[in-house]
Antibody
């Protein structure tokens, strides 16, 4: 059974940093591109960042470019999202997801999400 | 960026109804469109990919179709567990984008 478990969310002050983790199991992690998607309170889903299986292809939404860094550790079946210079508008539930195929694709498995709150 | 416009944003409906949700793309995206179901506090669930392909395990009352740049998700006979928010997503080109969502509410 595919499982994605996010962790690392919490309350952080504006300008602060946070590192999210997503631990994967139940599939051959090294084969798949992975993605972070977020949902701000009362809003819809917003794509944040994707990383290819071998890390050669990485993309970011304009809203986070230069502040967030996605990475993966194929030995640990995990992906990460380093979030720096956080803003109030980054407050959201952050989901990790598996890409069906390539780095630009649909997402067939999702975690339950981890809540990030940016507030003073 | 490719814009996806979903309609309606809210739909008050009843168990047993037939429901159609529409997603219009701002440019040609071929069949690179997916539909998701999202319930509060849960992980989003992929229902349809490639515009009309049903994901494994998704009930056959769900179906997707395409006409040009207009895509529809149809639920043939609404069940109690179908009350949720539905999103379309394009993956024709980066950045991938989502529609704003359609919330199905119990009438």
């Amino acid at each position: 059974e595919v499982q994605l478990v996010e962790s690392g969310g919490g309350l952080v002050k504006p300008g602060g940093s946070l590192r999210l983790s997503c631990a994967a199991s139940g599939f051959t992690f090294t084969y798949y591109s992975m993605t972070w998607v977020r949902q701000a309170p009362g809003k819809g889903l917003e794509w944040v960042s994707s990383i290819s299986s071998n890390t050669t292809y990485i993309q970011y939404a304009d809203s986070v470019k230069g502040r967030f860094t996605i990475s993966r550790d194929n030995a640990r079946d995990s992906i990460y999202l380093q979030m720096d210079s956080l803003r109030a508008e980054d407050t959201a539930v952050y989901y990790c997801a598996t890409n069906v195929g390539g780095t630009i694709d649909a997402f067939d498995y999702w975690g339950q999400g981890t809540l990030v709150t940016v507030s003073s | 960026d490719i814009q996806l416009t979903q309609s309606p944003s809210f739909l008050s409906t009843s168990v047993g109804d037939r429901v159609t949700i529409t997603c219009r793309a701002s440019q040609v995206i071929s069949d690179s469109l997916a539909w998701y179901q999202h319930k509060p506090g849960k992980a989003p669930k992929l229902l349809v990919f490639l515009a009309s392909k049903l994901e494994n395990g998704v009930p056959s009352r769900f179906s997707g179709s395409r006409f040009g740049t207009e895509y529809t998700l149809t639920i043939s006979t609404l069940q109690p567990e179908d009350f949720a928010t539905y999103y379309c997503q394009q993956y024709h080109s980066a950045p991938v984008t989502f529609g704003q969502g359609t919330k199905l509410e119990i009438k």
